[in-house]
């Protein structure tokens, strides 16, 4: 008895000591938060009343704080001390891991509010409530000084999302399910994208992403795309990679990069056509190639959206190859696949190729009849061709021998004809050159895509034509000021109110208002104009080309919008040369009737008019009368 006595006095002073001893460093239960606040006024009873702490005290928090009044700073409120496992998952993300280190990051109320106003996350007026996360994550995020330190992939993000299909279901529709920032990248446990432990590691985004598209996630995984990602296969796509990330568009929508005519190109020819994956993973080099030759692709080209494209066949989630009995492109469901766009297909559609030229293995009628076609065409349309030069190359001789007998007067001398060509031929392989720089894809740039070296031969033959132009047009001017004849012509080609007179007096003969055509003389508004073009081109593309060429030199003088601009005119008035030489230059030489085939000017210097040329006809000797017999 006495033992069961001492043992329950034991237990008792075991108990009631404690709480006796404790009661001097708990804080006091009379410290009510009317208390508190008489002091806070910066605080509204009635907000913090609704808000998710209104029900707890002040000293809940600030449980530092013993007595009233109390030190003039308590500590730093810690709401791990409620909220522990959220506290843990948060030092462990990316904010909470910079905020350890003392940079500034989100922490707790950078994203749910004010504290003495907190709300409940379900409440419409929260920070981190569904519809207001995007608005509460681009406070940070949209801010570019601010997270220009960070090098972060998007650097407006809630502008893309709200062009997106998501941000438009949540902005514009108000559904409070469409997916939202914390969906896909976490809320407590935010990570970047290269760290594994993130929901949007390249690995784990067909989760995140099947959280709402479960199905769609279900399908993935059976192709071969999701084995591939499975098996760990970093350049299997995952959901981004074709549908983009903050950017997601409908399928509808032009912009979307799984719209019908930009899928083909942009998204499955994005892999397909890579040499490196190709070579990799042993897939054939030229599906993607192939299909742009076919009808489809074609059609694709041209804006068709009802035309076939990679995903109409192959399957968008449930790519399978070919080989395999469940993929829509085995051979035993071609004319199902065929049959959803060509009702009636029959079976007989498995025979032959689908995407490009059959080679004589895969289907040797067809193949042996585009050799025959081929040889036919080279045969009958070269005959032709020669047919045709012969009768021209006799019909223009003929026309030729005509003016050179018949035509008395000198316009162009040899030396000024010869600095025609010289313009012509270095006009032509500056244009030919200059183009292929802008243009290295295009067909008629084979010659520089066929000499593979590391040697710049368009470089090397665009610098040289460039020095032997410039010579021209310094040998020129000094031509036409330095010579009797040049500053004759100089004189001849200045222009004049005449010009103009005549310039609109063909327009009205031309259209059938006057009845008479102008008189040219010498040199007409056309070749003035001409002339004129050219000096003034020439030297907007000597001075641009020199930026160009010395660009280490001018890019110390010049901003880069300077290097830019000369880069802009440089192109824009070759262009504007080469469009006006075949518009205006070739016209007035070669295609206008009255000189058709060729002007001969040009080339044999002479012409049938007096008033056109320089120079009197030589004198001729008195001429003797025939014999009548």
Known sequence: MKNAKRISVFFFVSLIIPLFCSSGFAAPLDIQNEDCLACHDQIDPAKYAGSIHGKNLCTSCHNDIREIPHQEK????QCANCHAIEAQIYRASD???AVGAGISAAGCMDCHGEPHSLLNYRNPESPVYRLNIPKTCSVCHEDRGKMAKFSLSESAPLKSYSESIHGKALIEKNLINAAICTDCHGSHDLHSPTNPKSKIFRNHVPATC????????????RSIHGKAALGGKREAPVCTDCHGEHGIKSRLDPTSSVYATVISEKTCGHCHESEKLN??????????????????????KLGVTMVANCASCHGAHDVLPSADPDSSV?????????????????????????????SPKENHIVFYVTIFYILLIVGVIGGMLVHNLLDFSKKFREHFAKVKTESPYLRFTLQERLQHWVLAITFMILAYTGFALKYPDSWWNFPFMMAKSNTDWRGGIHKGTAILFIALLVYHVMYMILTRRGRMKLVALLPRLRDAKDCFGLLMFNMGFFKEKPHFTQYSYIEKAEYWALIWGSVVMIVTGAI?????????YLPKWGMDLATAIHFYEALLAVLAILVWHLYFVIFDPEAYPLNPSMILGKTHEKERALEDPPQKGPTKKKNPE
């Open 330 to 358: 085995n051979k035993m469901h071609l004319s199902r696949t065929c049959g959803k766009c060509h009702p009636g297909v029959g079976k007989q559609l498995m025979e032959g190729t689908i995407h490009g030229t059959p």
């Open 548 to 556: 160009l060429t010395f660009e280490n030199f001018f890019m110390k």
């Open 279 to 300: 070579t990799k993973f042993n897939l054939p080099a030229d599906r993607v190639s192939s299909y742009f030759e076919s009808y489809h692709g074609l059609a694709s």
């Open 95 to 97: 904010h909470g891991i």
């Open 210 to 221: 099947g959280k709402c598209h479960e199905n769609v996630l279900q399908t993935y995984l």
């Open 74 to 77: 308590p500590a730093p409120v």
